[in-house]
């Protein structure tokens, strides 16, 4: 069973940076497309999460929603099982959980989201 463990999250000033770290476990991240989703209190939809940003299993490919692109980054050490989401510029409205995600179906997971999902960490930003 994956299993997925977030940290990193923290409260940071408006144009600030911080770095979201994902230790799997119970699988090898290698064999995994690894994404990060959030979820703000301002969702009009409290149960969707939304998609931030995936990296393929095979680490040739990068998926940004519009709203980060050019601020965020996605990575993964494979030796280390460690999958990173690095966040620069952050924005008031960046504030939410951040969950850390995996599956093997690519298109699933960016979609709609895959198997297997963190816990979440809080990123509060500040004006």
């Known amino acids: 069973q994956v299993q997925l463990v977030e940290s990193g999250g923290g409260l940071v000033q408006a144009g600030g940076s911080l770095r979201l770290s994902c230790a799997i476990s119970?699988?090898?991240?290698?064999?995994?497309?690894m994404g990060w989703f959030r979820q703000s209190p301002g969702n009009k939809r409290p149960h969707k999460r939304e998609f931030v940003a995936a990296l393929s299993w095979s680490g040739s490919q990068t998926y940004y929603t519009d709203s980060v692109k050019g601020r965020f980054t996605i990575s993964k050490d494979n030796a280390k099982n460690t999958a990173f989401l690095r966040m620069s510029n952050l924005k008031p409205e960046d504030t939410a959980v951040y969950y850390c995600n995996a599956d093997r179906n690519t298109l699933l997971l960016v979609r709609e989201g895959g198997n297997y999902w963190g816990q979440g960490t809080q990123v509060t930003v500040s004006s």
């Open positions: 119970g699988g090898t991240s290698s064999n995994y497309t």
